[in-house]
């Protein structure tokens, strides 16, 4: 079974290392609700350059992109999935630039794990013909992807908390994800 899975908020901490760089670069603690970039410029977080230059920090620049730490227990369950016969592949928005240091972090991580970049198109769909499960931690990104993609789970974790959709599944761990797609086994 191929299994796609998006980088950023489902395999790489990109909220918590937001906030992080942002205290880190400006002293300022922005609130888990408030990560998005609309939110953060708009209740004075950060100016919209300020933004610009922590989201090029995050994934144009090698070096600090690197300093990404994982969501708990992505590593451990992609390799037991890996172990269990599935095919993974990451599907990411990334642009070209980015997908190099996605693929640094994953060789640095030891996944061996095919890359694939949608050139910051948030519809995933070309790049998920053939993929039977999906997961996104981005709800909309997944509904492009439902005459497509029969098996889609929506990541969601503390920080990520929307209503629930009939178009997906949603999941709040890795333990839990690894769970639902060994289920789909035939």
Avoid at 2 to 29: C, P, T
Avoid at 51 to 56: D, F
Avoid at 169 to 186: A, G, H, M
Wanted: with cysteine; net charge positive; charged share 25%.
């Amino acid at each position: 079974m191929r299994v796609g899975i998006d980088f950023d908020g489902v395999i790489a901490d990109i909220q918590g290392f937001k906030k992080e760089l942002a205290y880190a670069l400006y002293g300022v603690n922005i609130q888990n609700e408030v990560i998005d970039r609309d939110k953060v410029i708009e209740e004075g977080y950060l100016t919209s350059n300020q933004y610009r230059h922590l989201q090029s920090m995050i994934y144009r620049n090698p070096i600090t992109s690197r300093a990404i730490k994982p969501i708990n227990g992505a590593i451990k369950y992609i390799n037991k999935l890996h172990k269990r016969g599935y095919d993974i592949v990451i599907i990411t928005s990334r642009g070209k630039t980015e997908l190099q240091n996605v693929r640094h972090w994953l060789d640095s991580k030891k996944l061996n794990i095919n890359l694939v970049g949608t050139n910051r198109n948030p519809d995933k769909s070309a790049a998920c013909h053939n993929i039977s499960v999906y997961v996104d931690d981005q709800l909309r990104k997944l509904e492009y992807l439902q005459e497509i993609v029969p098996h889609r789970f929506w990541f969601s974790s503390s920080e990520n908390i929307i209503p629930s959709s009939s178009l997906v599944r949603q999941v709040n761990s890795w333990f839990n994800l690894y769970n639902e797609i060994t289920k789909l086994d035939p």
